[in-house]
């Protein structure tokens, strides 16, 4: 059985560019908590912004959708949790190959 | 990027400098714009030179390989 978090919080904002700072700041507030290193922050920081930019782009390339942001705590780990309910991939496999780059 | 390209329309330079002293974060749509002004350069025949990186792009360029590819300092 899945513990329960130490603390969590949680975002939802629609998918605009201007939010993809939002939100991984807001997940660096969130984890200063655990008193991480710069390093530490930075990565998490990269990660949020990737995953957020992925649903600004892809999730809803014609509309404006709703991305939602959970982060739970569970000692010294944080996890993040990034959803949307937009474009799915059909085919999930090929999007796994670094040969196959999309750039926009 | 579209001010990159505009500065090298006028200018046409041989080498370009990028200095990134004041950039707060980058992501893959960074590594974009400098792969971008890469290639640019590369086709006219110049050189690209990108400057003061601060250490989260530092380590996203260096994933992503572009240390292999152009120059920073």
Redesign the interface.
């Given at each position: 059985m899945r513990p329960k978090p130490d603390n969590h919080m949680s975002l939802t904002f629609p998918s605009l560019s201007s939010n993809?700072?939002f939100a991984?700041t807001a997940v660096a507030c969130f984890l200063a908590q655990l008193n991480p290193t710069?390093?530490e922050l930075?990565?998490v920081?990269?990660a949020v912004?990737?995953a957020v930019?992925n649903c600004i782009v892809h999730a809803y390339p014609d509309t404006i959708g709703s991305i939602h942001l959970i982060a739970r705590v569970f000692g010294d780990v944080v996890e993040v949790t990034i959803k949307d309910h937009g474009a799915g991939i059909p085919d999930i496999f090929p999007s796994h190959d670094p040969a196959i780059y999309h750039?926009? | 990027m579209r001010t990159i390209d505009e500065l090298m329309e006028l200018e046409i330079p041989r080498i370009t400098t990028l200095d990134l002293q004041h950039l707060s974060?980058m992501?893959?749509?960074g590594i974009?714009v400098l792969?971008r002004a890469y290639r640019r350069m590369n086709d006219s025949g110049g050189g690209l030179v990108v400057r003061n990186v601060p250490?989260?792009s530092l380590?996203?360029l260096q994933a992503a390989g572009l240390n292999r590819l152009i120059s920073f300092c």
């Amino acid at each position: 059985m899945r513990p329960k978090p130490d603390n969590h919080m949680s975002l939802t904002f629609p998918s605009l560019s201007s939010n993809e700072a939002f939100a991984r700041t807001a997940v660096a507030c969130f984890l200063a908590q655990l008193n991480p290193t710069l390093e530490e922050l930075e990565d998490v920081k990269t990660a949020v912004s990737e995953a957020v930019t992925n649903c600004i782009v892809h999730a809803y390339p014609d509309t404006i959708g709703s991305i939602h942001l959970i982060a739970r705590v569970f000692g010294d780990v944080v996890e993040v949790t990034i959803k949307d309910h937009g474009a799915g991939i059909p085919d999930i496999f090929p999007s796994h190959d670094p040969a196959i780059y999309h750039w926009r | 990027m579209r001010t990159i390209d505009e500065l090298m329309e006028l200018e046409i330079p041989r080498i370009t400098t990028l200095d990134l002293q004041h950039l707060s974060f980058m992501d893959s749509s960074g590594i974009a714009v400098l792969l971008r002004a890469y290639r640019r350069m590369n086709d006219s025949g110049g050189g690209l030179v990108v400057r003061n990186v601060p250490s989260q792009s530092l380590r996203v360029l260096q994933a992503a390989g572009l240390n292999r590819l152009i120059s920073f300092c």
